[in-house]
């Protein structure tokens, strides 16, 4: 052997004469382990090397000389050691251990747990509900490689400070030497392991429930169970790994998804799909006649799209998904909509959560649940609606870490959040703005079941219903490229992956566009009618911008002041509104508080129809005007058959006509530019300031 080569090869350069014959028994036995358990010379050499306390004869790698004896801590990181898989740390520097352990087995029939289920019934209560056979019919049970029913290991990613790992280093010392390790060697083996993991680990991203391919392929799902497996969505489908790369952590509300039934083709993936809305209570409300029967039945499919669409985005990591607020009176089965949701994807105990008073609590649920669903809500405080907006396109939260003077607890991440409640309860626009809301109706007597039966029912078609989400997710993925619009709504990657999704599900681009459309006029409609301020604005600009039967309009010009201005105003058309504005309102008592409350307003004022433009200055300025696709609601684009001559005959007259109403003539208010830019260079206008004109009267 050659004693100069740096690294030994085999088990032979390590148990060289001279040098291990004279550790004990019990090391080289432990050597003997580690072999049988695939381990490599450099990771066997690298332990002994560090942890026996006996140096190294130079020139002669693998040779040991007898020194001190090791303590309690060093023989349990080296133990440590031994049974890990890789020390490393996240994007926060959290370090973590990854570690090997046996998988667990399958309780009926002995086998380690993979992908093919035991049977395919659906057990619940201890009761047994045959799947239906158009189950049967159209699903396709995934083969299991012969590799992987050789798999006999799971690998386990830990927080190297979590309790978890504390109680998994005392166990080990227990399997090793049949005595528990005390609390300073805990420590100072803990001290150890996070420096190794931070100083020569790598750096991995850690994700919740869903996680991106390292090369944008496709989409990794955590299954969370014992077995750490995860599934792997990409353009060719989607299959269930062992073993998994490190992309995930856990936590202990996270509960198994179930494993999911593959579609035999896309059509039967659709099927699958759709399942989900046989389970909610999303149905047309019965109207007094047909007509209004039909623009009612159109708007639930439109809502129906929205939400599925909704929900197989949730499989989609990295982009912002919509709040989805369901609302309606008791009885209507608002709660067992998110719980479905939730059962399907991201099943955890509890199912929905309860808004906490502390805002840390509520930053803490919202990074252990990938869906967080909060249940029987009636309000919103404007802390947690910033909050929960946050949480939706993505942001940043610290606090300070316990017993500590100057450490971060760092949080960075976009969620999937739901709300329900008798009402809905987010109010403020710019919440509402990232929501799609979703009305049910009360559920009559004659039509209500058990729990237990409802409950099974679902149970039956859940597998199915998370493999048909898969399939489509997976078809969505090739449709994503294709999508092509014209314009976005407030989400914009939502919008192009719900394009994507409906395609996969035999719809249209134009179809789930315009069902996003109609959320967002929901939304606007909401924001509106949460807000006096709004109602009282509304009404003013109906009036000030209201139109005769032809279209022309009764008032011209926009309307300009400063927000004291129109605090008076609007405080004045309240009245009528029966709006109360004294002390105890909600009116706003302060222009500055006023003002604030109408930047709220602009974007939902905006697709009402009304342009609010803020200038900044001394005081502030105000201009209220119509949009452009208000206007052309009442002027309507036609192709123009006249000549410019007599165009500018009639602009002209028209000029003359408003200045002798009410004298200078604003030329926002001219339709015809073309004609007005002539009528100024043939000087039969004047201009005695910018903005008006007049007319010239020596023309």
Not at 51 to 76: M, P, Y
Not at 208 to 213: E, F, S
Not at 239 to 254: A, C, G, M, S
Not at 509 to 528: H, I, R
């Amino acid at each position: 052997m050659d004693v100069n080569r740096e690294v030994p090869e085999s088990k032979d350069d390590i148990l060289v004469p001279g040098g291990l014959e004279r550790v004990k028994n019990t090391n080289k036995k432990r050597i003997d382990e580690l072999y049988a358990k695939g381990y490599e010379p450099e990771k066997i050499y690298e332990t002994y090397t560090m942890f026996t306390k006996k140096a190294v004869t130079v020139g002669s790698v693998g040779s040991f000389s007898d020194g001190e004896e090791e303590s309690q801590a060093e023989r349990l990181i080296r133990y440590t050691l031994e049974n890990s898989k890789e020390l490393f740390y996240d994007q926060h520097d959290t370090p973590y251990i990854r570690v090997s352990e046996p998988c667990t087995t399958c309780g009926t029939c002995g086998r380690i747990l993979s992908l093919q289920p035991c049977s395919q019934d659906v057990k619940l209560s201890g009761e047994s509900v045959e799947v239906p056979n158009k189950n049967r019919e159209q699903l396709q049970l995934p083969q299991v490689p012969q590799s992987q029913e050789a798999t006999k290991t799971r690998c386990v990613n830990m927080p190297l400070r979590s309790k978890k790992f504390k109680t998994w280093l005392s166990y080990l010392m227990y399997q090793k030497e049949g005595k528990a390790p005390g609390s300073e060697t805990v420590n100072s083996a803990l001290g150890v392991l996070t420096g190794k993991a931070l100083k020569e680990g790598k750096k991995y991203q850690l994700y919740n429930r869903v996680a991106p391919i390292e090369d944008g392929s496709g989409i990794w799902l955590d299954m969370a169970d014992e077995n750490w497996r995860a599934i792997k969505i990409n353009l060719e489908g989607w299959e269930i790994v062992d073993n998994p790369p490190i992309l995930f952590k856990r936590y202990k509300q996270q509960q198994p998804i179930c494993e999911p039934i593959r579609p035999a083709n896309i059509e039967a993936a659709r099927e699958f799909a759709y399942r989900i809305l046989n389970h909610v209570n999303i149905k047309s409300a019965k109207k007094a006649n047909d007509a209004e029967q039909q623009i009612e039945d159109a708007l639930i499919e439109s809502t129906k799209l929205a939400v599925i669409c909704s929900c197989i985005s949730y499989l989609i990591p990295l982009i912002s998904h919509p709040i989805l607020i369901v609302s309606g009176p008791q009885g209507s089965a608002k709660s067992y909509l998110h719980k479905i949701v939730k059962r399907t994807i991201d099943p955890s105990i509890p199912e929905l959560l309860d808004l906490p008073h502390d805002k840390n609590e509520l930053l803490q649920q919202l990074d252990h649940n990938w869906l967080a669903f909060y249940d029987n809500l009636t309000s919103l405080s404007n802390e947690v609606s910033d909050c929960l907006c946050r949480a939706v396109t993505g942001g940043g939260f610290s606090k300070r870490e316990l017993y500590s003077d100057d450490d971060d607890t760092v949080y960075d991440f976009k969620r999937c959040v739901g709300l329900n409640g008798i009402n809905p309860a987010a109010s403020r626009p710019d919440l509402l703005d990232r929501s799609v809301l979703t009305s049910v109706t009360k559920i009559d007597d004659k039509d209500r079941k058990t729990e237990k039966v409802v409950d099974a029912a679902f149970e039956a078609d859940k597998t199915s219903i998370l493999g048909g989400f898969l399939t489509i997710l997976s078809e969505a993925l090739k449709k994503y490229k294709v999508v092509n619009l014209d314009s976005y709504q407030r989400l914009a990657d939502f919008h192009v992956y719900g394009c994507a999704i409906s395609l996969a599900l035999g719809k249209t681009a134009e179809e789930f566009t315009k069902a996003y459309e109609n959320k967002v006029e929901g939304q606007t409609e909401e924001a509106l009618n949460a807000s006096l301020v709004a109602l009282s604005l509304i009404d003013f600009c109906d009036k000030h911008f209201k139109r005769d039967v032809s279209g022309s309009r009764i008032i011209q010009g926009n309307w300009e002041g400063t927000p004291s201005e129109l605090l008076d105003v609007l405080t004045d058309n309240c009245i009528h509104l029966g709006i109360k504005t004294d002390f105890r309102s909600k009116w706003p008592k302060s222009p500055s508080t006023f003002g604030k409350r109408i930047n709220e307003l602009i974007p939902s004022m905006y697709r009402k129809g009304y342009d609010i433009i803020v200038k900044a200055g001394t005081p502030r300025q105000i201009i209220i005007a119509e949009t452009p696709e208000q206007i052309e609601k009442y002027n309507p684009k036609t192709e123009d058959t006249k000549d410019l001559k007599t165009r500018i005959e009639e602009t002209f007259g028209q000029i003359i006509i408003a200045y002798q109403k009410g004298g200078m003539v604003k030329t926002e208010t001219i339709q015809d530019k073309e004609a007005l830019t002539q009528l100024l260079k043939d000087d039969k206008l004047l201009s005695p300031q910018e903005g008006f004109v007049i007319p010239n009267r020596s023309a």
